[in-house]
């Protein structure tokens, strides 16, 4: 089959873990740039966590007339209101309500205003409220499904390699989580509960992929046992960047076509996917990979033929 | 040499076939489907997908509570003043009652008494006569159990009369219930049904009050002054005893109904009901009797006669709906606590069905580009990949239905991820052959290295996407859980599909073809 040897690169010999100082430096730079935006911008929380209304109206008549429905809604004093045109017949418009003060009676007042104003030319898709009470416990839930995930997944890894692999797996899938939490601050694209779903999802294959490269960087150390490391985790990334490329096409066509055909609903979690498979793949590759230069992996007589590459302490990019 | 174990491949075609047979009513309409047997059934769809309305209740367990400290109050009022024990500082605040007994020589009488009210109570001796009377913390927890578990069953009363259809009313942690109705458009009513207590009773007008004296706000401590909702009624506000002849809790029956042309609501008591209610109209002719329906007083007409049937009807200024309403609520019974509705999530069927389709869409969408992917970059190997991993999706869906689990659209974008990620202990097996063969080994031997050294690595990979799967389900709400249910399954069946099938299709391929070589090169 000929077409293998064209479509996936196979015996390369690329020099991955020449350019780590480049890679910590994207990374770092990655890292800071999310958290100054959390920091500074923070993020378009949807009503799962915001609390508040979201309705999608449709027209029963033509398109709807979205100046007057501003203007309608603008007057009912309920604070924010956002509204949004989506799809392709100008019938579907999609209306936020920002939380109300007051307890959970107030946000459907609201809505019975909502409804009231826009009268009969209006028939509801979709009706979501969500009460402040709610809302801050399911901001609780996702923060401890995030962060229980990352230590589950760097305890198993920890488990079932050495500690030095844990750290590289937390740091690497910590780096893709934060860059994805970055990418919503920065691009204001909605936060909701399909997000932090998203977000788990990066968290697991993003380790999955980590671990593949870490199962052959293990396989390596007992195969070439005089090796300098530096040359080994380049062999390792090497004999898996065929199946890392088939891995990412396969998956990213899959998110392809929820982005483009899975609807409204899903498309910040595509978005989100879309962006985690990038981040994940880079992060296996540049952060996981290159950190343990620093770690010294081999213990006795091997240790000094390391000590030549790049130092045998650890030390954090 | 590399046989095939009887097990595995008997295992395989139990599978397949058990797969083949729970999936299959997922592709018939909902009519077909109902016609086959309860446990051949499709996935049942979330709300987001068929259409409907979730309501995540709240039960206002300390309304319970402190209900439960003013009717002490009362019982602790009647039996002193019974007994004529001198008292003062009767009140309730927080969780406490207070009082006072004034006489010491009363002190231990009032106090054995007050005990007596309600075994649940403990006193406490204060200085100077004052006693403390609380719950104990247990029996403060048992009676907010028993709230939370009426209020599910009045919730369930209130909706079944409504007649939805399969509706599902559930308990959630300490005091929520969740409401799900399917095919329910607007629940408007619905929650204007849920948010009424509903708690009817009867009491006697007080008239020794009048009207200067409510303005000065002279209320005496057994009367409480309370809003009329009577339109065109004289009196905005009466004062009513508080002592309550007779309680809906007593009631059996309620209509709508209509009266001189106007709608109203009939009722019947149950017999130590109607006694009650005939000795009280009986004794109190001429007087004044106060319909109190959740605090507000629906009407007071006076007595003119017994009415000793043990019947009679509420009229007040109704519409046909309200009567309807009203008459539903008391059937069903009065909630013990006020619900709050805490979150609202309606998805109308038309906006479901285009989810249902997205999906579809997405799905056959998905497979096709990676059973496309999989043939162009391994041939014949990557078409035995695509068998098994069609056959992963109709484990996925088999699972799905048989264990009843919910197929929400995020789900089903569990489903296309899955597609994907399935995949990858396939090209890491593949990958794995292409590099034991350049190393010189068999035909077979190479294919078994392949799959062997690969497991390890697809074993953990597989872990650490079920973790994070796993504590998905565990903190997420609603349609995300979903998500977590196919993921879950979907890496599951991929163990069992991409490994143990792909290598018997492998095997009996290079059998069948006499293959000297995998032609992975």
């Not at chain 1, 960087?217 to 088939?246: F, G, P, Q, W």
């Not at chain 2, 046989?3 to 592709?27: D, M, R, S």
């Not at chain 2, 090209?427 to 392949?450: C, D, F, H, K, P």
């Amino acid at each position: 089959m000929r077409l293998i040897e064209r479509l996936l690169p196979h015996n390369t010999k690329y020099d991955f873990i020449r350019y780590r100082l480049v890679a910590f430096g994207i990374t770092a730079f990655l890292i800071i740039g999310s958290f100054v935006s959390i920091a500074v911008k923070g993020f378009n929380f949807g009503i799962d966590f915001a609390g508040g209304i979201l309705v999608e109206a449709q027209s029963t008549s033509g398109p709807a007339d979205l100046h007057a429905m501003r203007t309608t809604l603008g007057g009912l004093n309920l604070g924010e209101v956002s509204l949004q045109e989506f799809g392709t017949t100008g019938r579907d418009i999609m209306i936020r309500v920002q939380r109300q003060e007051g307890a959970e009676k107030a946000q459907m007042d609201a809505l019975a205003k909502v409804k009231d104003a826009l009268g009969s030319g209006y028939s509801y898709r979709r009706v979501e409220i969500v009460g402040p009470k709610v809302g801050g416990e399911l901001v609780r839930d996702g923060v401890l499904a995030v962060v229980l995930s990352l230590a589950a997944i760097a305890f198993y890894v920890w488990f079932r390699f050495e500690w030095q692999f844990g750290i590289g797996a937390l740091v690497s899938t910590f780096h893709d989580v934060i860059t994805t939490f970055g990418l919503f601050s920065i691009t204001g694209l909605e936060f909701n509960l399909t997000t932090v779903a998203a977000i788990l999802t990066i968290a697991g294959y993003s380790v999955n992929d980590t671990v593949v490269e870490y199962d052959r960087v293990r396989e390596n150390l007992r195969k070439y046992k005089s090796m300098s490391l530096y040359d080994l985790l380049n062999l390792a990334v090497n004999e898996t960047l065929a199946r890392t490329i088939l891995t990412v096409s396969t998956v990213f066509v899959t998110v392809l076509a929820l982005l483009f055909f899975g609807g409204e609903v899903l498309r910040g979690f595509s978005i989100a996917m879309l962006w985690g498979l990038i981040i994940g793949t880079y992060s296996s590759i540049y952060v996981a990979m290159p950190m343990l230069v620093y770690f010294n992996l081999r213990t006795g007589k091997d240790k000094a033929e390391e000590e030549g590459e790049g130092g045998a302490t650890q030390a954090a990019p | 040499m590399y046989h095939i174990p009887k097990w595995q491949l008997i295992l395989v075609v139990v599978a397949t076939l058990l797969g083949i047979t729970y999936a299959a009513p997922n592709v018939l309409t909902r009519e077909q489907a109902d016609r086959l047997p309860q446990w051949l059934q499709p996935v049942s769809l979330g709300l987001d997908l068929q259409g409907g309305s979730y309501l995540l209740l709240e039960v206002d367990t300390g309304y319970v509570f402190r209900e439960q400290l003013t009717s002490l109050v009362e019982s602790i009022r009647t039996v002193l003043r019974k007994e004529k024990i001198k008292y003062s500082d009767l009140g309730a605040k927080g969780d406490t009652v207070t009082v006072r007994i004034l006489d010491a020589g009363d002190r231990e009488r009032g106090r054995e008494l007050v005990r007596k009210i309600d075994p649940d109570t403990l006193i406490e001796n204060r200085d100077d006569g004052l006693f403390a009377v609380k719950y104990t913390e247990e029996a403060v927890k048992r009676r907010k159990l028993s709230a939370v578990e009426q209020s599910l069953e009045i919730v369930r009363r209130r909706i079944d009369e409504l007649g939805t259809r399969e509706p599902s009313i559930q308990r959630q942690g300490e005091d929520r219930v969740v409401v799900q109705l399917p095919g329910v458009k607007d629940p408007d009513r619905i929650k204007s049904l849920l948010g009424k207590t509903a708690k009817l009773t009867f009491h006697l007008l007080d008239d020794s009050v009048g009207p200067d004296e409510v303005a000065k706000g002279r209320i005496p401590p057994t009367s409480m002054l309370l809003p009329s909702v009577e339109r065109g009624g004289a009196a905005e506000n009466h004062v009513v005893r508080k002592r309550v002849e007779v309680g809906g809790d007593m009631l059996v029956d309620s209509k709508a109904t209509y009266s001189d042309g106007r709608p109203v609501v009939s009722f019947r008591f149950n017999a130590a009901g109607g006694k009650k209610f005939g000795d009280a109209t009986r004794e109190n002719s001429g007087k004044f009797l106060a319909i109190v329906l959740d605090d507000k007083v629906i009407s007071a007409p006076r007595i003119n006669e017994p009415i000793l049937g043990g019947s009679g009807i509420i009229s007040g200024s109704f519409t046909v709906q309200q009567a309807q309403d009203l008459a539903l609520l008391l059937r069903a019974g009065a909630l013990p606590a006020p619900l709050q509705v805490l979150e609202e999530r309606t998805v109308g069927p038309d906006l479901g069905a285009d989810s249902i389709r997205a999906g579809t869409i997405a799905s056959l969408l998905g497979l096709v580009l990676v059973v496309i992917l999989m043939i162009a970059i391994y041939g014949v190997l990557g078409l035995l990949a695509d068998v098994a991993l069609t056959l992963n999706l109709v484990l996925l869906l088999a699972s799905l239905s048989v264990l009843g689990a919910t197929l929400t659209l995020p789900g089903i974008a569990g489903i296309v991820l899955t597609l994907g990620m399935a995949v990858d202990a396939n090209v890491l097996i593949y990958e794995r052959m292409r590099e034991e063969q350049r190393n010189g080994r068999t035909v077979m031997s190479a294919m078994q290295a392949g799959f062997d050294k690969a497991f390890g690595t697809i074993f953990d990979a597989h872990v650490t996407t079920l973790t994070a799967a796993a504590l998905l389900f565990q903190f997420g709400s609603g349609p995300v859980r979903g998500f977590a249910v196919t993921l879950t399954l979907g890496l599951l069946a991929s163990l069992f599909t991409a490994v143990m099938v792909t290598r018997i299709l492998v095997i009996i391929w290079i059998k069948w073809r006499r293959l000297k070589t995998l032609p992975l090169d």
